[in-house]
């Protein structure tokens, strides 16, 4: 059986539900063939995964694709994170179930990192994207944040924001890291959004608008020094993007998907530049290197555990496969299992399966490459 290591390798990513009460425009929440579940961790299951996987993680995501404040063992997963030293732990969340008592814990248990999504500077933006959230009540979700953490005298968690960009919200980009800046908001990161089939956001990707991304991007990178925020935005879209981005629909054969990564890097691009920022972005214990073998390292470093035990290797899998279940196996079982060695086989040696060769951009995809920017031929493709 292959070594285990014992170092601090792996980032983890935890949904304790899978629930969420928004159904933002863009989100798989929205998708008319989604259908939530009310699956919910317990305190024994979580118990479990945390004394296997928390000891060996440099970084535990307490959220990947729900809402973590509707988990009832948020609190507890917080304590254990504390309890296990992990020297980097934190989630995302769109704040609407922030509490008092919520916040307090996340001060007590010393958080790193408390990242807010939004996806709009203005009231019309925002309640169209995150429906049927208020502003009103988001923006008095932000003052709550920063007074409790003013109040307790705390440096964390330090306060950070995520924004999906479109092109019906990237001119509001600059208003919004002035609105953060003024909440306390030291860190931002920008995502361009991955098209989901069926929802009718074809038009808003901005594949389609390279020449205003690029152009608006450059202004947040100077409004943030101004501002002293750190900004984490995607790399710029190539010139010849305006062309190529006024076509419709993109097959996820036709452009190469992820499978491009391993391309020679052309004029105006650098492979090597933006794996080294989607490491970044994804905080993967990869030290900076000049070559990239592999165009994933996720298999090596990363394990995704559901409400329900199982696992995925990543928070964009979307096969209906496994690759264990923490309710019957322990992580020496499932991370040398046959599931992981042979993803680990496949993307070594670059033969990839589909969901992997197609990768959208919120994952590894390339902003020159088309079919990173959808996921119609995606979604939960059966094997």
């Not at 317990?42 to 535990?60: Q, S």
């Not at 299992?337 to 992997?356: D, N, P, S, T, Y």
Request: net charge neutral.
């Amino acid at each position: 059986m292959p070594r285990i290591r014992t170092r601090r390798f792996l980032r983890v990513k935890l949904d304790m539900v899978n629930k969420c009460q928004l159904r933002c425009v863009m989100c798989h929440f929205s998708h008319p063939d989604f259908v939530e579940n009310g699956t919910v961790m317990d305190r024994p299951l979580l118990e479990k995964v945390a004394k296997d996987l928390f000891p060996r993680a440099h970084d535990v995501v307490l959220s990947s694709s729900a809402e973590p404040l509707m988990a009832p063992e948020l609190p507890r997963a917080l304590e254990l994170c504390r309890e296990h030293e992990v020297p980097f732990f934190h989630f995302s969340t769109n704040a609407m179930s922030m509490t008092e008592r919520l916040m307090r814990k996340i001060l007590e248990v010393e958080m790193p990192v408390l990242s807010v999504s939004i996806d709009g500077a203005t009231k019309e933006t925002f309640e169209r994207i995150r429906r049927p959230a208020k502003w009103e009540v988001f923006l008095k979700k932000l003052d709550l944040i920063a007074r409790m953490k003013r109040e307790a005298g705390r440096d964390r968690p330090r306060l950070a924001a995520t924004a999906v960009l479109m092109r019906s919200n990237i001119e509001e980009m600059p208003e919004l890291l002035r609105l953060l800046a003024d909440r306390g908001f030291e860190d931002v990161n920008f995502v361009h959004m991955g098209v989901l089939g069926g929802m009718g956001l074809e038009d808003e990707t901005l594949s389609k608008h390279p020449a205003l991304s690029n152009r608006v991007l450059a202004r947040c990178g100077e409004e943030a020094g101004r501002l002293g925020v750190r900004l984490l935005a995607p790399l710029p879209f190539p010139e010849d993007m305006e062309e190529r981005g006024a076509r419709g629909d993109i097959a996820s054969h036709e452009e190469g998907g992820g499978t491009a990564i391993a391309a020679p890097e052309h004029e105006g691009f650098s492979v090597r530049e933006f794996l080294e920022h989607k490491n970044r972005e994804f905080n993967l214990a990869v030290s900076p290197r000049e070559h990239h073998r592999r165009m994933c390292y996720f298999p090596w470093y990363y394990i995704h555990v559901n409400p329900d035990g199982t696992v995925f290797p990543c928070g964009h899998w979307f096969e209906f496969s496994t690759f264990g279940d923490f309710r019957t196996q322990d992580f020496r079982e499932i991370w040398t299992g046959e599931a992981f060695r042979e993803l680990r086989r496949q993307i070594h040696r670059l033969e990839l399966r589909k969901v992997c060769a197609n990768c959208t951009v919120s994952g590894m995809g390339r902003p020159d490459v088309l079919a990173s920017f959808s996921r119609r031929e995606k979604l939960r493709d059966r094997v």
